[in-house]
Each structure stands twice: as structure tokens, then as C-alpha cells.
């Protein structure tokens, strides 16, 4: 036996040199864990293993395998699990992780035989109702379920196939996949990479079932198994890991996917755009600083249904992608705000402040049982806060916060902050969103230090609801308000006080299916507009514009030229189309069509104009006796006719379509997601009213 022993420890060493190069790899986590199954016999983890069907402990693994065990801590020996074959636990002693530690992490490295539908790796399940937390296979997926008090659901986060490095083997590859519990939330890692997490509320559920490996418990008496793999190890803390040691746990910084969580892996424009897995991107707040674009936006994980977590609170944080030349992106694997607290239901639209060299975050904290300095108690409760940073990337949550309390004649749902300097007395102005007496408003306070703020009157009223997500910001000799949640509109001043005035009838930003229109200056005095499209809901893909500033100091929209999609040789180019009714087949789902139509301006009013059919049930109306151009039910009014010709650039990319008229009006709305399209066109005066010019072509990116 003492052979034997010293045998298997100079392997071990042996091991851990040919995978380091040397004998001062740090200390693995697994030996700081409260408990550990290596399964080298049945007396592990300070209980006992009892097998169920055909499973073998202590398999040795060899080679390649052995070797990525050893690195992470494992003993290099394996339970090999046969289909429908398990292992339950024994212990006496309560196990450490029980619900009076409010942070824990539970590690799993596994390899499965083959893909299924279904299968449960560890578990103790018991039902949803009585569920303390599962590791499962499904629909694609890995994931982990936890149960908690006062969530109204139990707690869901995966990581599909397709989100790894290797989809199409992925299946089976030995993976390390990682549950990460703090007080505040569940985070999902596989392979180093956090890909998933939802949000706890209350405590952790005590366990009422056994601990079972390659099973779980669908209620107390009915067992389900199907995984048939090797277990190398599984390993319990009653801690949260540092993501260090999620990365030791995973291989080393060589090995880990080190992508963010928001990034899909194909350096992607994010124009069109969703995140990873199932996120999607709702409000947007870009800014720019020294030549660097911010694109921040809301992370929206809506869990099957709008505002899905935290009980319907939404638990959104802000996240960012940066680029020095809106082409090439990196995702920021750090959150700008980030949900720390239970209480902190949502983290709510803001903005981006630079003064002296310091990045400001305001935001609005959805806080939830928020106590009021006299002890009384609110939810949900509009906090307004700040975060603040020296590099625009990593931010920290002021201790000031909040930063002010409205009167209580105001409503508690104040949100929406926005910041901006008067360049003529040097002092700062916060508009934010709120309700006075039943009427939506905009409310000013001042500050000479951005921390301390005093209210000042109400400024802006609505006709209707309440100004949300405003964005305040000079242009040239204007300054210019943008407010609207699901119609984004602006107004202009000779100053950041007001008074604010509609500029003319065309005083639309964004309109179709897009939500939340906010910018950013970039180079050479452009600015980009960003939102996101509501197909979905609350939540959806990114959709970038250009504003134009037309020289009465109205604002016009068009695409933005660095991030209009790539495309491949044209699939049909004309010229002078005299057809009444044209059709082009078997195009591709997504794709740009560039048209020019002319006609005689001084006709006009006459004109009764033609139709484009996109798909069944959408229809692209030029109809200049109306100054009209609608798609779907999205409309440009005012639509200036008088050049004679009207520029079209349209493009389609996934579920959307994207329309621009003379580089000057923009719109958007869905279209049905198809692999091959077919467009039809009628021209009801061909003779007056002319295709001039067109050009479709496939875009690069195909569904």
C-alpha cells in the first residue's frame, strides 16, 4: 500500500510538471472546497457512494485526458456512468452547503457518451416546488436550476452547444461547468466563460432529497437518469469562486473561452445585432471619449416573458461594446452597473457624464423594499444614483447614493437621468423622467459638484404619459431634447434650460419598431443614434442610425456608412423599369435593395405612386400625392418630393427592415425571418412615375 501510495503521488507530480512546466503550479481550489468527489472508490466525499445500475469508479484516464484533470486538480481517474445508471449519496454529517450560507459555487467536470434530449448530471431535485438546485442537459442546452424563497420560479441559466468554441463536438467534449451563487444572483460558467444568470430573491432552499450523480429526483419517489458519461469530479464551496479560480478550475487562461458574456464569438457588427444566448438589448446609452465609442445598452434576459426576472422587476444592468471605428467591436466582459443587491430590482436607463477626466453613470435604481430615511417602506422606488470611473470601463457604485429624494408630490418611478453642463454658468443640470400629480414631466435639478442636487420647476410636459429616456446635447449653435420611449421624438433650444420648441412636422427620431432613441458624438461632428427593435417585446436586436443636421438646424437620419452590412455580387441590376407589375424570386432572406425612382416634381400631387410587397402582409407605398412613404404601418410624413427623384436603400437582416429615402428619413419595422425571398413591385403610372434604377444584392450574413 505505501508502494502503491508513492507510486501515484510521483505521478501526480510527474503529471502536473508535463502540464506546467513546472513544480510551482498554484494550489487548485478543489483543495480548498467543503466537499469534493473525486470518485476514486465508494467511500468519498466524507459520505458514501452508493452505484445504481452499471457504474464504475476509479476508471483511470489516460494521456490528453488525464493530464487536463491533474491540471485542474482532479486525481485522473473518473465514474464511468452506463445509460440509466446512477449514484446516490450517503452522508451522516448535514452536508456544509445548507440555506444559512448565502454564497456557495458547485463545480461539475463531466463528459458525456453521446447527445440526448435529456439527461441530469447532479441534482437535488425533488420537484420544482421542493428543488434546492439541478445540473441538467436539455434541448440543447446545459444548465443549472436553483430554488429560492421569494423567487416566484425557480432560477434558470444555460449554456447551448452553439455558444461553445467547438459547437459541432461540443456534444462530447469534456466540459467544466460551474455554478456561481452570491446573495444577489446565479452565474452559469462553462468552460471559464460566464454564459447565463438570473437573480435570487430571498434565501437559498434547504435541500429535502438525496444527492444523486447522473439523476435527479422529479419528485421524491421517482427517480429519471439517462446521462452516460464520466464524472471526473464534482466540488462544492461554501463560497462564491473568484473568477481566478473559475479559471484555474477550467484549465488555465489557454484553455478557458475568454469570451464576454454579451459576445456572440464572430466579431459580428452590431448593427442588427442581438448578444450571446438569450440576451437581448434594450435601452441604449452610447457615448464617446478620446476617439472611443461606447455602445451601452440595457441587458435584457427576459426568461420567457418581458421583464421575466427578479418577479417582473427586470434585473437589467448596463454592459457596454467599444470600437474605434464602429467596424470592429470588443465586448466588455465587466458590467458598467452591475446588480449587486437584492433590492436593486432593475438597474434603469441612464446616462454617460465626462467631467474632469471622470466617467459618471447615472442611473435609476427600480429599487424594491426600499426604506425611506423616516423608516417607511416603497416599492418599487425610482432611486437615482451614480457610478463612476477613471477609464469608461471599470465602475464603482458611489457611497453617496442615492443622490435625492423628489417631494412626495412627485411619483416614486423617477428615472431616466441625464446630465448635462451649461457652458455659460459652469454648472450642471439633471433632467429626469417623473410624474407630477398624474402628469408625465420632465423635472430639472442643478449641481456645482454632480453629488448634491436641488430641485428646480418641472420643465417639460407631455400630452400624453410620461417623457421617458431623455437626451439633452448641443449640436452646432442648438441644443437638442430627444424623449419618447416607443416614438422617439425632439425638440430644440438656444440653450440646455429651454425653452424647448417643436422644430417643424417632421420631428420624428427612429420611428417603427424601435424603442429608446439616444446618442453619441462621433468623429469629424457626426452623431450616432442607437435603439433597440421591440419584435420581441421589451428587448431586442441593436439598430444604429446617423443623424443629419440639416442647415436650418433640423435633424434628418440616415444609415450609418460604417456599419451597413456587407454584401456579395447582386443577384438582379436593371435600369428604366417600365413595367406596371414586376416580381424577383428566390432572393435571399437578407438582403439590400438600392432603387431610384423618378417622376416630374411639378406632377406630384397627382401622382398616385407605386407599391413594393416585401412579404405576405408588408408593403413598401411611395405615394407622393400624400408626401407619404409607408411600410407596414409605419409612416414618414412631410416626405420632400420636390427633387424629382426619391433614393431608396432598404435593407433586410434577420426579422427587420431597414428603409433610408434620400439619405435624409429613416424607418424600420419586422419582416418574417425566411431563407428565400420574393419582392414584387407595381408602378400605377409607369409612364410618370419610374424605376429608374435597381440593385439587390444578397447580404454576407445569411440566416
Request: include cysteine; proline fraction near 6%.
Amino acid at each position: 500500500m505505501k508502494t502503491k501510495y508513492h507510486h501515484k503521488t510521483l505521478f501526480l507530480l510527474l503529471t502536473t510538471f508535463l502540464c506546467c512546466g513546472s513544480f510551482l503550479q498554484a494550489e487548485s481550489p478543489l483543495s480548498s472546497a467543503d466537499r469534493v468527489w473525486q470518485f476514486a472508490s465508494e467511500n468519498d466525499g466524507g459520505g458514501t457512494l452508493l452505484p445504481h445500475g452499471k457504474v464504475e469508479l476509479g476508471v483511470p484516464l489516460s494521456g490528453k485526458e488525464q493530464e487536463e484533470s491533474v491540471l485542474r486538480g482532479g486525481d485522473g481517474h473518473v465514474a464511468r456512468f452506463a445509460s440509466a445508471s446512477y449514484l446516490s449519496f450517503e452522508s451522516a454529517p448535514a452536508l456544509p452547503l445548507l440555506p444559512d450560507s448565502d454564497s456557495r459555487t458547485i463545480c461539475v467536470r463531466f463528459r458525456s457518451d453521446a447527445p440526448r434530449d435529456h439527461y441530469p448530471l447532479v441534482s437535488r431535485h425533488g420537484g420544482h416546488e421542493r428543488l434546492a438546485w439541478n445540473f441538467f442537459f436539455y434541448d440543447g442546452s446545459w444548465g443549472c436550476e436553483l430554488g429560492t424563497t421569494d423567487n416566484e420560479k425557480v432560477l434558470t441559466t444555460r449554456a447551448p452547444l452553439h455558444e461553445t468554441r467547438t459547437p459541432n463536438s461540443a456534444a462530447t467534449e469534456w466540459h467544466d461547468l460551474i455554478a456561481r451563487i452570491t446573495p444577489a444572483k446565479l452565474e452559469l460558467f462553462l468552460d471559464g466563460r460566464c454564459v447565463d444568470e438570473d437573480f435570487v430573491l430571498g434565501q437559498l432552499r434547504a435541500p429535502t432529497v438525496a444527492l444523486l450523480f447522473g439523476a435527479q429526483y422529479s419528485t421524491p419517489n421517482n427517480i429519471e437518469s439517462g446521462f452516460s458519461g464520466d464524472l471526473d469530479y464534482v466540488a462544492m464551496w461554501n463560497r462564491a469562486l473568484s473568477k481566478e479560480e473559475i479559471t484555474q478550475l477550467s484549465g488555465g487562461v489557454d484553455r478557458v473561452d475568454s469570451r464576454a458574456l454579451t459576445d456572440r464569438g464572430n466579431g459580428e457588427s452590431l448593427q442588427y445585432w442581438l448578444p450571446a444566448n438569450r440576451f437581448e438589448v434594450a435601452d441604449c446609452m452610447p457615448f464617446s471619449h478620446n476617439g472611443v465609442f461606447h455602445f451601452m445598452y440595457l441587458l435584457d434576459n427576459p426568461h420567457g416573458t418581458s421583464h421575466g426576472c427578479k418577479n417582473g422587476f427586470g434585473a437589467h444592468q448596463w454592459v457596454q461594446a467599444t470600437s474605434t471605428d464602429l467596424v470592429h467591436w470588443q465586448h466588455q466582459s465587466e458590467f458598467v452597473v452591475p446588480i449587486d443587491e437584492q433590492n436593486e430590482g432593475s438597474i434603469c436607463t441612464g446616462s454617460m457624464f465626462i467631467h474632469n477626466n471622470t466617467y459618471y453613470a447615472f442611473y435609476a435604481n427600480r429599487a424594491m423594499n426600499f426604506t425611506m430615511p423616516d423608516g417607511s417602506n416603497r416599492s418599487p422606488f425610482g432611486l437615482i444614483c451614480v457610478s463612476t470611473s477613471s477609464d469608461g470601463i471599470h465602475f464603482t457604485k458611489s457611497q453617496e447614493n442615492p443622490l435625492f429624494y423628489l417631494p412626495d408630490e412627485f411619483s416614486w418611478g423617477t428615472r431616466d437621468p441625464v446630465v448635462v453642463t451649461d457652458p455659460k454658468s459652469g454648472r450642471h443640470y439633471m433632467y429626469v423622467t417623473t410624474n407630477l400629480y398624474g402628469r408625465g414631466c420632465l423635472v430639472r435639478l442643478v449641481s456645482d459638484d454632480l453629488f448634491h442636487w436641488t430641485l428646480e420647476e418641472p420643465v417639460y410636459a407631455l400630452r400624453d404619459g410620461d417623457p421617458e429616456c431623455a437626451d439633452v446635447f448641443q449640436w452646432g449653435e442648438n441644443w437638442y431634447l430627444i424623449v419618447g420611449h416607443t416614438n422617439g421624438y425632439y425638440r430644440m433650444a438656444n440653450s440646455p434650460l429651454g425653452p424647448w420648441e417643436r422644430p417643424s412636422a417632421n420631428d420624428t427620431i427612429m420611428p417603427g419598431i424601435v424603442n429608446v432613441p439616444k446618442t453619441a458624438p462621433w468623429k469629424n461632428n457626426r452623431r450616432i443614434v442607437c435603439a433597440w427593435s421591440r419584435e420581441h417585446g421589451f428587448g431586442g436586436h441593436a439598430v444604429f442610425h446617423e443623424l443629419v443636421l440639416r442647415n436650418d438646424g433640423t435633424l434628418g437620419e440616415k444609415f450609418v456608412p460604417e456599419m451597413i452590412p456587407l454584401t456579395a455580387a447582386p443577384c438582379a441590376k436593371e435600369e428604366n423599369i417600365s413595367d406596371v407589375e414586376r416580381l424577383w424570386e428566390h432572393l435571399p432572406g437578407n438582403l439590400r435593395l438600392q432603387a431610384r425612382l423618378t417622376f416630374d416634381p411639378a406632377l406630384r400631387d397627382a401622382l398616385i405612386g407605386c407599391q413594393w410587397t416585401l412579404s405576405e402582409g408588408k408593403v413598401l407605398t411611395i405615394d407622393p400625392g400624400r408626401r407619404r412613404i409607408q411600410i407596414g404601418d409605419f409612416a414618414l410624413e412631410n416626405v420632400d418630393f420636390s427633387s424629382g427623384h426619391i433614393d431608396l436603400d432598404l435593407i433586410i437582416q434577420a426579422d427587420l427592415v431597414d428603409l433610408c429615402i434620400n439619405n435624409d428619413r429613416a424607418v424600420i419595422d419586422t419582416l418574417p425571418e425566411m431563407r428565400e425571398r420574393t419582392i414584387s413591385l407595381r408602378q400605377n403610372e409607369p409612364d410618370r412615375f419610374r424605376l429608374e434604377s435597381l440593385t439587390i444584392a444578397p447580404l454576407v450574413c445569411q440566416p
